[in-house]
């Protein structure tokens, strides 16, 4: 059963950091494409950071670029996500979300997530 | 960048069909995924490209993709289809970004 678990949110001040990770069991990690996708409260859901399956290409989007960083280490099914430079914006849900995949080649789609983690950035 | 844009309600009847629309720039062309978030949960995927589903999803969901209008549609609507549905799309030539979300719609079942 794929299963992904998300930890390390928590209240944080504006300017302040947080390291989210996200646990995967069930399935290949190494061979899947990885996402974190976040949703403010009563908003909807807004992708936030793409990292290939071997790490080696990586997107943000432009709300988060420059202050957010994406990994991953295969060794540990584990995938992560550095936030820095944290404002009242930021305050979400984050979820870590499996691309689907066939072949080798991702979908574009969003297979399965983890139950999320809540971050709050305020003072 | 690219803009989905979806009805923030629509409401139906047990037993009924809902429909719900999303709008985007000749999303005919590209492939459109859906999920569906009930409330305190995460998303679950119901529908992928335009019209498949996924194992366990039941029938009564499907969808359609022409245009700039892509819909999905349910069928014989239970209690428990009530939540939020959104629609989902890759740009796989930008990297701006690449996923790009619907604004919502939430689905009330009278």
């Known amino acids: 059963e794929v299963q992904l678990v998300e930890s390390g949110g928590g209240l944080v001040q504006p300017g302040g950091s947080l390291r989210l990770s996200c646990a995967a069991s069930g399935f290949t990690f190494s061979s899947y494409e990885m996402n974190w996708v976040r949703q403010a409260p009563g908003k909807g859901l807004e992708w936030v950071s793409y990292?290939?399956?071997?790490?080696?290409?990586?997107y943000y989007a432009d709300s988060v670029k420059g202050r957010f960083t994406i990994s991953r280490d295969n060794a540990k099914n584990s995938l992560y996500l550095q936030m820095n430079s944290l404002r009242a914006e930021d305050t979400a849900v984050y979820y870590c979300?499996?691309?689907?995949?066939?072949?080798?080649?991702?979908?574009?789609?969003?297979?399965?997530w983890g139950q999320g983690t809540l971050v709050t950035v305020s003072s | 960048s690219y803009v989905l844009t979806q009805p923030p309600s629509v409401s139906v009847a047990p037993g009924q069909t809902a429909r719900i629309t999303c709008g985007g720039n000749n999303i005919g062309s590209k492939s459109v995924h859906w999920y569906q978030q009930k409330p305190g949960q995460a998303p679950v995927l119901v529908v992928y490209d335009d019209s498949d589903r996924p194992s366990g999803i039941p029938e009564r969901f499907s969808g359609s993709n022409s245009g700039n209008t892509a819909t999905l549609t349910i069928s014989r609507v239970e209690a428990g289809d009530e939540a939020d549905y959104y629609c989902?799309?890759?740009?796989?030539?930008?990297?701006?970004?690449?996923?790009?979300f619907g604004t919502g719609t939430k689905v009330t079942v009278l």
């Open positions: 990292i290939s399956s071997s790490g080696s290409t990586i």
């Open positions: 989902q799309v890759w740009d796989s030539s930008s990297d701006h970004p690449p996923y790009v």
């Open positions: 979300a499996r691309e689907g995949n066939r072949d080798g080649y991702n979908l574009g789609y969003f297979d399965y």
